[in-house]
C-alpha cells in the first residue's frame, strides 16, 4: 500500500500562484510514477500532470501549460505542484496519485482549489 496525503490547497485570486504537496508513504516513492488531477463539481476527473519515477519526464494537460510544474522529491517522498498565474477554470479538488505501468492504483484525499476572480 502507498498511503498519499495532499496539501497546500486555499483559497486564492486570479493571478496568484499555489504550490500543493504530495507526501507519500507505504512503500519506495521512486518506484511509482506520480500524477496530479483535478475535479471540478459536476465534471469528471482529468489529468493535471505527470511526473516519471526520477522526475526527468513529465506531462502535462494542455490547459495547464506554461503555468503549471511538477516535481519530485524521491529523498523526501514528496511530489509538488507549482500553480501559477491561477485562473478561475482552476478551480477544483485536486487529487495526486500513484501508480505504475501507466495506471495509478493509490489516491490521495483530494486537495480544494478556489480562485476567485
Known amino acids: 500500500q502507498v498511503q498519499l496525503v495532499e496539501s497546500g490547497g486555499g483559497l486564492v485570486h486570479a493571478g496568484d500562484s499555489l504550490r500543493l504537496s504530495c507526501a507519500a508513504s507505504?512503500?519506495?516513492?521512486?518506484?511509482?510514477?506520480m500524477g496530479w488531477f483535478r475535479q471540478a463539481p459536476g465534471k469528471e476527473r482529468n489529468v493535471v500532470g505527470v511526473i516519471y519515477l526520477s522526475g526527468g519526464t513529465t506531462f502535462y494537460a494542455d490547459s495547464v501549460k506554461g503555468r503549471f510544474t511538477i516535481s519530485r522529491d524521491n529523498a523526501k517522498n514528496t511530489v509538488y505542484l507549482q500553480m501559477n498565474t491561477l485562473k478561475p477554470e482552476d478551480t477544483a479538488v485536486y487529487y495526486c496519485a500513484a501508480g505504475v505501468g501507466g495506471t495509478y492504483q493509490w489516491w490521495g484525499q483530494g486537495t480544494q482549489v478556489t480562485v476567485s476572480s
Open positions: 507505504g512503500r519506495t516513492f521512486s518506484n511509482y510514477h
